[in-house]
């Protein structure tokens, strides 16, 4: 093997390393940090989904319990 092919094959090995390093890998990192990201986000909306799915029930509980309020006439003065 001479010189010149030695040099072709270490100029090939470096851009494939280059190529791994700085593009592959960066983006399976990425990748694994969004999937994470959504995969929490998914739990948290699944848990607030759960406690709206709660209040309502004790909502409806304190309605059915009597009036509202004091209701107060009201009466328009003229000056």
Do not use: C, W
């Amino acid at each position: 093997m001479s010189i010149l092919g030695f040099l072709f094959l270490a100029f090939i090995a470096y851009l494939v390393l280059k190529l791994v390093f700085n593009f592959i890998i960066p983006i399976y990192r990425t990748t694994k940090r969004v999937r994470k990201g959504v995969r929490e986000m998914h739990e948290r909306m699944n848990g607030q989904y759960q406690q709206k799915e709660n209040y309502p029930q004790q909502d409806q509980n304190n309605n059915t319990k009597g009036g509202v309020g004091e209701y107060i006439d009201f009466e328009e003065i003229k000056d």
